[in-house]
């Protein structure tokens, strides 16, 4: 019982450590990433996940921002 309660205490401190990002667009929306976006350096693309958990991807000229919340 009690390593359970320890496997589970650091399960939760684990889950704070992620963090979300914002993307601002040159059109002015603000999009929500669940992760770090990724760029494709071949098709200059930023993938990303979003709130649902959706892949997600938009062009790298697109972006205005980019900012961990």
């Known amino acids: 019982m009690k390593k359970l309660l320890i496997t589970a205490c650091c399960l939760l401190s684990l889950t704070g450590c992620a963090s979300e990002y914002i993307i601002a667009t040159n059109d002015g929306k603000m999009i929500t990433s669940?992760?770090?976006?990724?760029?494709?350096?071949?098709?200059?693309?930023?993938?990303?996940?979003?709130?649902?958990?959706?892949?997600?991807?938009?062009q790298k000229s697109e972006v205005k921002q980019m900012i961990e919340r």
């Open 34 to 58: 669940n992760e770090k976006p990724e760029l494709d350096e071949e098709t200059d693309m930023l993938h990303y996940q979003d709130e649902e958990g959706r892949d997600q991807q938009i």
